[in-house]
């Protein structure tokens, strides 16, 4: 007999989290592994950021902070959202969570009815079916290969909305495929969207300064969706500050009440001081987030120009987030001795194994047949990286 109930035994554990737990005990265990699994900066918070938490303690700010954010902090948020977006919100309509994760997750629990379809364009990160199960929703995927640079059409988006549809979830720059739509492709999927007025648009804008095309608009910036968009955005990636856990939606007022109502009840407000750090990210000097960009950007370029001489690996050229996310299925049915690849997860352990270099299987991103390596690592290490795969992968035959 299990003491746990369905709905956790539905759930799939998080693929990142497991792979990057697995590869931190083999290192543990003195192997010397290149962890490309886990999605997050390699760089330290900036100073000014951090001088800011500190403050906060001297000062006192440890006591229980209203449940959607501190007033300052979501004040901040929408002088950014008016800065870099073009998006006017009030703060009533802001509700900080602990990170993006948690906000994308109340945004779905707040709307959507158990049976309720939810529009995903896949390979999509890890965490959006899962939590469209945790809210009896029904994930609807649609794929896009890369072929067509893992970007969905409009006709394929028009085939999939059902009078059922209550969300169309959207990610660009694209965890895991790096993938971010021109203004144009947006344009013809807000085109889509505007013909079903009663679908709501879940815009995860996470990656948004990590690009390489001078700029990634997003289907936030569409005025005629505005009053059925939930925008949802944070300091992990921007700023690296994934373990401080600050994120926000941006949504219309009936939504962000119903958010807030939701966190009232099974997390409360979050951590002040890591709030108080989040406001300092968006008041203080930008010059960081840029630093970092270009950073990546070389990576990008490195990576890429390795993975071309990886024997049967396609790639596209991702223009933003930091990860590639090659199609690796010609490895299938090889062998090396007595250990033979069936699937994409078998070449991914394969790699562990054998060139110590933790991946992450594109089954976890609705997309057999891939991997995902995170390229938030020293261009050091993708280079050794990168060497090892080739070498190991050469031995399947
Ligand atoms: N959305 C996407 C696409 C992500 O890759 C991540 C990173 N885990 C998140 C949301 C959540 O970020 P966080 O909770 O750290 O703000
Ligand atoms: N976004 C990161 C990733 O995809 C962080 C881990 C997670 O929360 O999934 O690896």
């Not at 802001?94 to 629990?109: S, T, W």
């Not at 490195?302 to 930091?322: D, Q, T």
Request: hydrophobic letters at 40%; aromatic letters at 8%; proline letters at 5%.
């Amino acid at each position: 007999m299990s003491f746990i109930s369905e709905r956790v035994n539905n759930l799939a554990a998080s693929a990142t989290l497991v792979m990057s737990q697995k590869s931190a005990e083999l290192r543990a265990a003195g192997v010397d592994v290149i962890n490309m699994s886990i999605g997050e900066p390699d760089f330290n918070t900036p100073e000014s950021i951090k001088e800011a938490a500190k403050e906060a303690i001297a000062a006192n700010f440890s006591h229980y902070s209203p449940v959607p954010g501190y007033l300052s902090l979501r004040e901040a948020i929408c002088e950014k959202l008016v800065r870099e977006n073009g998006l006017h919100y009030t703060p009533a309509q802001i509700v900080v969570g602990n990170g993006a994760k948690q906000e994308l997750c109340n945004a779905l629990l707040a709307t959507v009815n158990p049976g309720d379809e939810v529009v995903i364009p896949v390979p999509a990160w890890v965490s959006y079916v899962e939590m469209v199960k945790l809210a009896e929703g029904k994930p609807v995927l649609v794929y896009a290969g890369v072929d067509q640079d893992f970007k969905i059409t409009p006709d394929q988006l028009e085939a999939a909305i059902t009078e059922r549809t209550r969300v169309v979830m959207f990610n660009s720059p694209s965890n895991p495929t790096g993938s971010v739509y021109t203004k144009k492709e947006l344009a013809g999927i807000a085109e889509v969207l505007e013909r079903h007025p009663y679908v709501l648009i879940l815009a995860d804008d996470i990656y948004e300064h990590i690009n390489y095309v001078g700029g990634a608009p997003s289907i936030s910036q569409f005025e005629s969706l505005k009053d059925r968009m939930i925008v949802v955005n944070g300091v992990s990636k921007a700023y690296a500050m994934t373990g401080w856990r600050i994120g926000y939606l941006a949504a219309p007022l009936e939504i962000a009440k119903a958010c807030s109502k939701l966190q009232g009840q099974y997390t409360s407000g979050v951590s002040s001081i890591a709030q108080k750090a989040a406001e300092a990210a968006y008041r203080g000097p930008q010059e960081c987030v840029e630093e970092m960009r270009q950073a990546f950007e070389r990576r990008r370029d490195l990576i890429v120009s390795l993975a071309k001489e990886i024997p049967g690996w396609i790639v596209n050229k991702p223009e933003g987030a930091f990860y590639l996310f090659p199609e690796v299925s010609s490895y299938i049915g090889k062998r090396n001795g007595n250990q033979e690849i069936k699937t994409s997860g078998d070449y991914v352990l394969y790699l562990l194994e054998e060139a110590h270099v933790a991946a992450v299987d594109g089954d976890a991103f609705c997309a057999p047949g891939y991997l995902r390596l995170s390229y938030a690592t020293s261009e050091d290490n993708i280079r050794e990286a990168m060497r090892r795969i080739r070498v190991a992968s050469e031995k399947l035959l």
